[in-house]
């Protein structure tokens, strides 16, 4: 089982940017996937970006690309999403979730992934 704690949320003018930060604890797994997920309120979760652990391919929800960037640093075993040009429309609670996942197609499913982080509120003000 991997635990996983984010941080890095908080209140942002339109246009401005945030880094969100996901650190795991616990076994892990070279062919983990791990993913960004967000919710706003009234809406359903939605998949905003992967990347597998071990060979660092990544995916983005067409809705971030060009303005989200996906990392991770395998030594310290952390998840970073980078938000730059944030909308008001990106605001949402996100959570950062790991699993086994073997084809990328399954990558945008919330029910693929088994462990999930508690969430981190990120608005963005008008």
């Known amino acids: 089982q991997v635990q996983l704690v984010e941080s890095g949320g908080g209140l942002v003018q339109a246009g401005g940017s945030l880094r969100l930060s996901c650190a795991t604890s616990?076994?892990?797994?070279?062919?983990?996937?791990m993913g960004w997920f967000r919710q706003a309120p009234g809406k359903e979760r939605e998949f905003v970006a992967a990347?597998?652990?071990?060979?660092?391919?990544?995916y983005y929800a067409d809705s971030v690309k060009g303005r989200f960037a996906l990392s991770r640093d395998i030594a310290k075993n952390t998840l970073y999403l980078q938000m730059n040009s944030l909308k008001p429309e990106d605001t949402a609670v996100y959570s950062c979730?790991?699993?086994?996942?073997?084809?990328?197609?399954?990558?945008?499913?919330?029910?693929?992934?088994?462990?999930w982080g508690q969430g981190t509120q990120v608005t963005v003000s008008s």
């Open positions: 979730a790991a699993g086994s996942i073997y084809g990328y197609d399954k990558y945008y499913r919330e029910s693929e992934y088994a462990s």
């Open positions: 616990g076994r892990t797994f070279s062919w983990y996937v």
């Open positions: 990347i597998t652990w071990s060979v660092g391919i990544i």
